[in-house]
């Protein structure tokens, strides 16, 4: 069993590693959201900065690996062949859980997770132990500490409500004394706020860095031998107040001496300090586990007691963290922000919700988003009712943001300003500061990114025709985390008890069964990376009259390839009676369609983007996405019936009528692939002249196939559903392809006429 208990640590290393990769994935959001969404860096740059606060941060955050240890259970009430199985229980529960919301781009607390993971497992273990010794359940607050955890648990749960609430009231003091033209204010209010930015991730590198970090106890002599810590504890106030002063003289000094924005740095320093927090503060979440089992481990082995006999009280004594690991665990954090490619689809969830302008809205509204956003309307006019007009006036003044300027680029728009992205990083800062010297596991996810979302609200982000989408997807990641916090303590118990029934034979199962699903997201990931170049296509960036063709001819390829392979799986379901290929042609065509949605949102950034002399592109886009929005439309119905005709078991198309959809099916190939050549070939005339001698024989084709229909149900046909589903599918298709040519036809005029 020596050998057993090996493997299991040696297992304890390997997901260690893999928790580093699924946690920075996710956590990733935390301290890029405010760098990328205000574009003040360029994306290599900001990188550079988190990469340096993670590899410090990572080396500082061995006083936080304790909660791991003791924070939630007595490790004194367990022995350790029961210790190591919650320890196995909880980094398999961890690694699937973070994977699992990374695939689905939603952020979710890694703190979380490992606090709910390790108080289900624990318990279950101790409710395993109270059952095989005839105790009471009242005696469960022996092995599980109750008053630490329920602080820990409060603490993550109040960030939440505290983050929101203290982010927006901060972002709308500050809008109302900066405004949004706020680098015209004075240099002395700007090198104010300045001082007082970078003093408070002063102060926040300061606790989150030196005093966590292992040389926090050297002596200085220059100070009658004090610590470091010692020195800080003692002198807070006036290294606070020295801090203050000398950044706001140095904001000054660099706004009126050298021109330097000062916001900007804030954001590049701020961007250093939450990564420092996330690696400082997280670290725990990833390794402390696996290293609280390494060492039990060695003093297993030392000790030659057995197993199911060694209490695990030394895990109760403060062990410092072997900085060799730390540092390691720091460089794994920073490979994989580098080359992670869903720590950015989770990115793209924050900065979506907290956005400035118009964007593509990811998420449904719903009766509660609805509901929340009318009364909270109806208290702000209530409010609004009680105040003088002037303040009014004042404050609407106040929160009046600049105009796009013509000629800019819907890509090239920051999400929010820099005042904004100063504000969340500050806040956030001295929020976590705050909860790092209580010694609270306090989630920088949830810190960040209700900041984030409550600088948002107060700077009126969340307008009239985009609140209750904004409301309803942070709801939904709320709902998230309290779907993490069940999952982990339930998911967590269960496999405990699976390890402890089953042995190394079910750790060996149960690791199996991880690779598994995480091979197959990776391998799913993959495919959707293949497809990335795809959907690049359909974005309109010219300014010009004939790069609006070029491009627009260029989308229309795109949309007459996919449109033409959802055709094809159509087809071939229908034909050989086989649902998934309609569920593929199904889940197709919606994408197409909320592609084109894209394109139609991006009007008014298009449209602003067209040079004044080309202004009559406009009306040319605008048609064709007309033509392009009927096609996607008619391939979703058809995608939608043939679905539901199958899944519904309604008896397959007769012999006949499969038949007949092939040849419509190779008449479809054919127009599609002309029109693709076409379209490919830019503007050569005689290229659509061809293509448009197809159409009446298209139309031709497919009014046969309809008068046989009738006649075939006048005599022999038995089936409603058979007959409705057939009609509807040539009905369609005729309606598909008159919009194709309609496509071709208005491109075609165009070309003539340059």
């Not at 007309?626 to 096609?631: P, R, V």
């Not at 939608?640 to 007949?660: G, V, W």
């Amino acid at each position: 069993m020596d050998n057993a208990y090996f493997f299991i640590v040696i297992l304890l290393g390997l997901l260690a590693v893999g928790d580093l990769i699924v946690g920075v994935s996710n956590d990733a959001v935390n301290f890029l959201n405010s760098a990328i969404g205000s574009k003040v860096f360029s994306f290599r740059n900001i990188m550079i900065f988190a990469s340096i606060g993670i590899l410090f941060g990572a080396i500082s955050s061995s006083g936080m690996m304790e909660v791991a240890r003791k924070g939630i259970f007595n490790p004194s009430a367990f022995y350790f062949d029961e210790i190591i199985f919650i320890f196995m229980a909880v980094m398999m529960t961890d690694i699937l859980l973070l994977d699992f919301f990374n695939t689905i781009g939603l952020p979710t607390s890694t703190t979380v997770s490992i606090v709910f993971e390790l108080l289900g497992a624990a318990v279950v273990m101790a409710v395993i132990k109270i059952v095989e010794s005839d105790q009471l359940l009242s005696e469960l607050n022996t092995y599980i500490n109750t008053e630490k955890a329920t602080q820990i648990i409060l603490g993550i749960l109040l960030s939440v409500f505290i983050a929101f609430s203290i982010g927006a009231l901060v972002q709308w003091l500050s809008r109302i004394l900066f405004t949004f033209k706020f680098e015209k204010k004075s240099n002395w209010l700007n090198s104010l706020f300045g001082g007082f930015a970078l003093a408070a991730i002063f102060n926040f590198i300061l606790i989150k860095g030196i005093k966590g970090s292992p040389y926090s106890n050297m002596e200085l002599e220059m100070f009658n031998n004090l610590t470091i810590n010692g020195f800080i504890e003692y002198n807070l106030f006036s290294v606070q107040l020295f801090a203050f002063l000398f950044w706001c003289l140095f904001s000054f000094v660099a706004i009126h001496s050298f021109k330097w924005d000062i916001y900007k740095i804030i954001i590049g320093v701020g961007t250093f300090a939450l990564a420092l927090a996330f690696a400082g503060n997280d670290l725990v979440n990833f390794i402390g586990v696996p290293i609280a089992a390494f060492q039990s481990y060695e003093a297993w082995v030392s000790s030659g007691i057995a197993a199911e006999n060694f209490s695990m009280e030394l895990l109760s004594q403060r062990v410092p963290t072997p900085t060799l690991f730390l540092f390691v665990s720091g460089i794994v954090m920073i490979l994989t922000l580098w080359f992670s490619s869903k720590a950015k689809k989770v990115v793209k969830t924050s900065l979506d919700l907290s956005n400035q302008y118009t964007t593509r809205e990811r998420f449904n509204p719903t009766f509660l988003s609805r509901s929340l956003v009318r009364f909270f309307i109806f208290c702000n006019d209530q409010i609004k009712g009680l105040l003088p007009k002037k303040i009014i006036l004042y404050l609407d003044r106040s929160f009046e943001s600049i105009p796009l300027k013509n000629n800019q680029i819907k890509s090239n728009i920051p999400e929010f300003d820099k005042l904004r992205a100063s504000i969340n990083l500050v806040v956030a800062a001295v929020l976590i500061s705050l909860a790092t010297s209580l010694k609270l596991p306090l989630s920088t996810t949830y810190v960040t990114f209700m900041v984030a979302m409550g600088t948002s609200l107060a700077d009126r982000a969340w307008s009239s025709d985009s609140a209750v989408y904004r409301v309803a997807g942070v709801l939904n990641v709320i709902g998230g985390w309290f779907l993490t916090a069940f999952c982990a303590f339930s998911v967590g118990g269960i496999i405990v008890y699976l390890l402890y029934i089953g042995g190394i034979q079910v750790v060996a199962v149960i690791m199996f069964t991880i690779l598994l699903i995480i091979g197959k997201n990776y391998i799913s990931n993959r495919k959707n990376k293949a497809l990335l170049e795809e959907d690049r296509a359909l974005v309109m960036e010219s300014n010009s009259y004939q790069g609006v063709i070029d491009e627009t001819g260029s989308t229309i390829e795109l949309v007459l390839k996919k449109g033409f392979k959802i055709y094809q799986l159509l087809i071939l379901g229908l034909s050989t009676n086989d649902i998934k290929p309609l569920q593929r042609a199904k889940k197709n065509s919606e994408k197409l369609e909320d592609e084109i949605e894209d394109l139609k949102d991006g009007l008014f950034y298009f449209i602003r983007n067209l040079e004044e002399s080309s202004v009559s592109a406009s009306t040319f886009y605008i048609e064709l996405l007309g033509y392009l929005h009927d096609l996607s439309e008619d391939l979703t119905y058809l995608a939608k019936i043939s679905y539901d005709h199958a899944n519904n078991n309604h008896r397959k198309l007769t012999f006949a009528q499969i038949k007949e959809l092939l040849l419509i099916e190779e008449s479809i190939k054919k127009i599609f692939k002309e029109g693709k050549e076409a379209f490919h070939s830019g503007q050569d005339q005689s290229e659509f002249e061809e293509v448009l001698l197809e159409k009446n024989s298209a139309f031709e084709l497919i009014e046969s196939k309809i008068n046989t229909q009738i006649e075939r149900t006048r005599d022999e046909e038995t089936s409603p559903k058979n007959t409705t589903l057939y009609f509807n599918i040539l009905i369609r298709t005729k309606d598909l392809i008159t919009h194709k040519f309609e496509l071709v036809e208005k491109y075609y005029g165009v070309v003539k006429k340059l």
